[in-house]
Structure formats: C-alpha cells, structure tokens
C-alpha cells in the first residue's frame, strides 16, 4: 500500500519521445503532472513540444535529469534501448509505450520499469482524448505494475488492463489489422471512387454506421456484402473493373470471408 500511495503522488515527469504518441500523452498529463523535460534528437521537435507543455527541451539522453518520478520512452521501437543506455543512471520508474517490445528491454538497464501501452492510433496534428482509450500495463514487479495502473487512471485512462509482453504483442498485431489494414482498405476505396471522379466523403456514413454496430454485434455478426453473401454473380462483375493488387486484395478477401463464414 505504501508504494501504492507514493506513485499516485509522483507528478514529475520526463517525456522522451516527440513523435505522434509522446505529444498526445504529453498534453494529456500537462497541467496534472508536472513535466519537466522533452528529450528529441533534434532540438526544434523537443523545443515545439516542450514549449507547448511547459517543459524544458533537450537533445541528448545524457542531459536528462535524474531526479524525475517517471521516464515515459515514446520512441521508435528500435531506438529504447539505445536512449536508456545514454541516459544517466536513475531511481524513477522507466516506461515505454511499444506494443510490440518486450518489456525485458529494460532489464539489465533499470531497476524499476513497465509498459505503459496505450492502443490507439496517434497523429501529432490531432490530439486524442485519453480519457476514452484502453491501456494495457505491465510492471517488474507487481507492485510496479499496481503503481503504473494507478498512475494511468489517475491521470489518463480509467480502462487500464494488466498485459505482458506476449498479449501486447497479439493486441498489437490485432491492432494492424483493425487499423492499418482497413484504412489501407479506405484508401483503395478512394482511389476506385477517384478514377470516377467520386468524393471519399459519400462514404464516411457507411464507415462511422460499420464501426458502430460494432458496438452491438461481432465483426462476424456484422459482416455483409457479396462475398458474405456467396454473390458469385456481383463478384464477378466487380473483378472485371480491377486490376493489378485491387484485383488480387479483393479476391483474397472475399475467399477469406466466405472461408471465414463456412467455418462458423
């Protein structure tokens, strides 16, 4: 309990990251916690978000205060390692928000540290509401892990979930497919609906009404279209106006979506 209590407390802040997701938890913990620095490799990122949250930029891990509660790593994957490496040695709790990294990056490098992995998809340009996205956390111990889950719905999320490394990995691969691939989905829709001379805006009802069945029913229970509906005859016609990789995405994912509906 004592460790649970002095985390809630804990309100310094070190964001190292600049990128998408580091600028939306950056402005989500501004005036709830106190930032103190934003660490880019260039200056002028670190500048622009700092500046926006009251923090002090720096371009060197070797700069980085030592006396902060948390070090929140929004990085590049590939690039935790290295910055935990340069940085000074320090008592805080070190985070990083990869999906796909195992948390044992850390190990070996801190004493205390976790995952704090929020799943959404981030733009720098638009901010996200934390409030209403889904946090997965894991901790070295389990007093850690209980210390990174008060922080969250203190002063991010209230829908905060246990999960390690293996189930973030799978979280995050879902999340390629939810995400990735159906806005490249969207994209090829737009490019069909362009050669035409069609706006992509006629279809967002369709989109936003799809999502929110979602809300009521399965992806399975609310899949429609040809291909669910064994429509040989308008599958037909729709491969004879493509070509090229739109030929081959369509027929593989209407195979997979009648596969999909025989094996249920």
């Known amino acids: 309990m004592v460790f649970f209590l002095t985390f809630v407390l804990m309100k310094r802040i070190v964001m190292i ?14 005036g709830r916690c106190r930032l103190v620095q934003v660490y880019s490799r260039r200056m002028e990122h670190a500048r622009q978000l700092a500046d926006a949250v009251g923090a ?3 371009d060197s891990a070797a700069a980085l205060v030592t006396d902060a509660d948390a070090y929140v790593v ?8 290295g910055i935990v490496d340069a940085s000074p040695p ?18 070996g ?23 209403r996205v889904h946090f997965f956390v894991e901790g070295s111990s389990a007093a850690v892990t209980a210390q990174i889950a008060a922080f969250v719905r203190r002063f991010l999320s209230e829908k905060v979930t246990v999960a390690d490394s293996r189930q973030r990995c799978i979280l995050h691969l879902a999340a390629v497919f939810a995400c990735n691939f159906a806005n490249h989905m969207w994209t090829l829709a737009a490019d069909v609906m362009s050669r035409d001379g069609l706006p992509f805006d006629a279809m967002l009802p369709l989109i936003e009404s799809t999502v929110e069945k979602l809300h009521h029913l399965s992806p399975s229970q609310s899949q429609t279209g040809p291909a669910a509906r064994g429509d040989e005859a308008v599958m037909r016609r ?7 990789d739109e030929e081959a995405i369509y027929r593989m994912l209407s195979q997979s979506i009648m596969n999909h509906k025989a094996r249920k």
């Open 74 to 81: 929004a990085v590049a994957d590939d690039a935790i390692a």
């Open 56 to 58: 002090d930029p720096v």
């Open 238 to 244: 729709h491969l004879s106006m493509l070509h090229g």
């Open 17 to 30: 990251g600049s990128g998408n997701v580091a600028t939306s938890l950056a402005h989500a913990l501004r």
């Open 109 to 131: 490098r801190r004493s205390r540290y976790g995952v704090l992995y929020p799943l959404q998809s981030f733009s720098r340009d638009l901010l996200v509401d934390l409030r």
């Open 90 to 107: 320090t008592d805080g709790l070190w985070l990083h928000t990869s999906g796909s990294v195992p948390m044992a990056v850390f190990a």
